[in-house]
T-cell receptor, first 114, second 114 residues
Framework: AQSVTQLGSHVSVSEGALVLLRCNYS??????LFWYVQYPNQGLQLLLKYTSAATLVKGINGFEAEFKKSETSFHLTKPSAHMSDAAEYFC????????????FGAGTQVVVTP | EAQVTQNPRYLITVTGKKLTVTCSQN?????MSWYRQDPGLGLRQIYYSMNVEVTDKGDVPEGYKVSRKEKRNFPLILESPSPNQTSLYFC?????????????FGDGTRLSIL
């Protein structure tokens, strides 16, 4: 079965510093990949998705992610953290031939310090 | 405004007292799904529906029921709730069924079963 690993349940970054959140998946066939963000007391909001087009995917709020097939990774980055980026981030995968089931990672809580 | 609406947002109840969490989407989406979110486990799928009268089990269906009598509504039913069903629940929908479809999430329902 597909699995998703997010390295680090909590990440603390300084305002203006690089944000790097790691995600690795287990499928041997490149799946569809997503990053979602969850702000306090809200549902999940799509940041970006990879669906086999360009390997570097740009999302909302200045985030981007790079799909690396050889490393089975889909790490999320943002060059300069803002206080408003404090949230929980989830990586999710869906098999390319699936009906839409999402397999989520455990999530990474991002804290931004002034 | 396009949205997925869940009710109630918060509920504290007792073991064995039947409850229903409603979910409604106004986007004419075909696919709907229920997830539960637990710390350190990310989101896990409970049930999903590919269309009216078509539902199937996700990864953690025990103790839950669903129905899809209308396209816009997908209620989650706990016939005899137990404390291990204390969790944060999310309803989600997508335009069509498919692995590459991003899902739109409601704001969540926090259930506490005493």
């Amino acid at each position: 079965a597909q699995s998703v690993t997010q390295l680090g349940s909590h990440v603390s970054v300084s305002e203006g510093a690089l944000v790097l959140l790691r995600c690795n998946y287990s499928s041997s066939v490149p799946p569809y990949l997503f990053w979602y963000v969850q702000y306090p007391n809200q549902g999940l909001q799509l940041l970006l998705k990879y669906t086999s087009a360009a390997t570097l995917v740009k999302g909302i709020n200045g985030f981007e992610a790079e799909f690396k097939k050889s490393e089975t990774s889909f790490h999320l980055t943002k060059p300069s953290a803002h206080m408003s980026d404090a949230a929980e981030y989830f990586c999710a995968v869906s098999e390319s031939d699936s009906w839409g089931k999402l397999q989520f990672g455990a999530g990474t809580q991002v804290v931004v310090t002034p | 405004e396009a949205q997925v609406t869940q009710n109630p947002r918060y509920l504290i109840t007792v073991t064995g007292k039947k409850l229903t969490v409603t979910c409604s989407q106004n986007m004419n989406h075909e696919y709907m799904s229920w997830y539960r979110q637990d710390p350190g486990l990310g989101l896990r799928q409970i049930y999903y529906s590919m269309n009216v009268e078509v539902t199937d089990k996700g990864d953690v269906p025990e103790g839950y029921k669903v129905s899809r009598k209308e396209k816009r509504n997908f209620p989650l039913i706990l016939e005899s709730p137990s404390p291990n069903q204390t969790s944060l629940y999310f309803c989600a929908s997508s335009l069509v069924t498919g692995g590459n479809q991003p899902q739109h999430f409601g704001d969540g329902t926090r259930l506490s079963i005493l």
